[in-house]
């Protein structure tokens, strides 16, 4: 019996807000949408069009408070071929929130509160 990684999920606030951010921090595009019926929530596959690892953003109509992200010790890791121009983009965004240099890498933090390490490849 083999696995294999298929995607990650996180819960989002603000779907549009979330989407946008991804699009424009990491370059991801949506590979697929998926809304309840009722419309009670709404999913968003998010890919990097080079791996098969997909990000799901889910979206919750009742949730009407930010998520309570707990000691926040989990996080996405993120390859990059230009630390600098990736460092530089993500300064002017304004999301890093935290840097090692001595490992070369840092991290950025997402509407949410969400982590992404992003390191050199």
């Known amino acids: 019996m083999n696995f294999s990684f298929y995607h990650n ?13 991804y ?6 595009v949506v590979t697929r949408e ?5 419309g ?3 999913l968003v596959f ?3 069009n080079t791996t098969s690892h997909l990000l799901e953003l889910t979206w919750l109509r009742d949730m009407d408070r930010p ?3 707990g000691d926040n ?22 999301c890093i929130c935290f ?3 001595a490992m070369g890498l840092y991290f950025i933090e997402d509407p949410d509160g969400y982590w992404i390490e992003i390191c050199r490849k």
């Not at 999920?9 to 951010?21: G, P, Q, T």
């Open 99 to 101: 840097e090692n240099e």
């Open 23 to 28: 699009q424009k921090a990491l370059g991801l």
């Open 40 to 42: 009670s929530f709404r």
């Open 9 to 21: 999920n996180i819960n989002v606030l603000d779907l549009e807000k979330s989407v946008s951010f």
């Open 73 to 94: 010790e989990s996080h996405l890791a993120m390859y990059t071929d230009n630390m600098e121009e990736a460092h530089a983009l993500h300064q002017e965004m304004g």
């Open 34 to 38: 998926t809304e309840a019926e009722d």
């Open 46 to 48: 998010m890919g990097d």
């Open 67 to 69: 998520y309570n992200l």
